[in-house]
């Protein structure tokens, strides 16, 4: 667990932001399924979201990925970690991308993108993929 039980205001804007990118994943193919949104929300239970609230926070999360333009927004605090707690979010971003069996080329751009903006280099990124496809193929 990332964090503790009760979230702060900051772990709470933290989560969206995985969230909102998260959904982004989800969405970029132009089809959200319910086994996405389950990944999702199984994950932000794992970093400390409380059930309870559990909705709420993708709601608010799928308001913030229809409004934002860059997924900047959603990587800017995500950078800064540590390298094991950045493979969880990359590990589950693609289990999102391949929960339809399948990575299309839009996918494929968003994930190179990330690579950048996470710092996290193509053989680690290589080698994540990998294993999730390994998993869902």
Do not use: C, P
């Amino acid at each position: 667990m990332f964090f503790k039980k009760k979230e702060t205001k900051k772990e709470n804007t933290f989560l969206t932001n995985i969230a909102a990118l998260l959904i982004h994943a989800a969405k970029i193919d132009e089809h959200f399924s319910e086994k996405e949104e389950y990944i999702i929300k199984k994950f932000l239970l794992e970093l400390g979201a409380e059930k309870e609230n559990l909705d709420l926070l993708i709601e608010n999360s799928k308001r913030i990925e229809e409004q934002s333009n860059h997924i900047l927004d959603f990587t800017k605090e995500i950078k800064n970690m540590d390298d094991n707690k950045k493979i969880k979010i990359i590990e589950t971003l693609w289990r999102v991308i391949y929960s339809n069996k399948d990575e299309d080329m839009y996918e494929s751009n968003l994930m190179r993108r990330l690579s950048g903006l996470l710092y996290v280099d193509s053989k680690t990124m290589g080698d994540i993929k990998k294993k999730v496809k390994n998993e869902y193929i």
